[in-house]
């Protein structure tokens, strides 16, 4: 079992950035560097969709072509968080981002978190 808890969410104005944070906590024990992460988002109305992912040790990266070249995922296994880096953000990017951890590399989703709100005003 994994504890995710994503922090870094709020209002910012289209053209603006944002950087979330996951922190992750396992009850087993088994080291963060073990989980792929990952990072979805919901817009109002709109079905979950992947957002962007990273291997267990950082190498390897994945992101949705709505993202890409705009967003970063990246990690820190000695503090046991993930982050989200938002650059150029965009109106349509409002959505409740959620922190996932899980054994895909490509789609990290066994574990969620409970997402943190990002408002992008035009």
């Known amino acids: 079992q994994v504890q995710l808890v994503e922090s870094g969410g709020g209002l910012v104005q289209a053209g603006g950035s944002l950087r979330l944070s996951c922190a992750a906590s396992?009850?087993?024990?088994?080291?963060?560097?073990?989980?792929?992460m990952g990072w979805f988002r919901q817009a109002p109305g709109k079905e979950r969709e992947f957002s962007a992912a990273?291997?267990?040790?950082?190498?390897?990266?994945r992101y949705a072509d709505s993202v890409k070249d705009r967003f970063t995922i990246s990690r820190d296994n000695a503090k046991n968080t993930a982050y989200l880096q938002m650059n150029s953000l965009k109106p349509e990017d409002t959505a409740v981002y959620y922190c996932?951890?899980?054994?895909?590399?490509?789609?990290?989703?066994?574990?969620w978190g409970q997402g943190t709100q990002v408002t992008v005003s035009s």
């Open positions: 996932t951890a899980g054994s895909s590399s490509r789609t990290p989703n066994d574990y």
């Open positions: 396992a009850a087993s024990g088994r080291a963060f560097s073990s989980y792929a």
């Open positions: 990273i291997s267990g040790g950082g190498v390897v990266t």
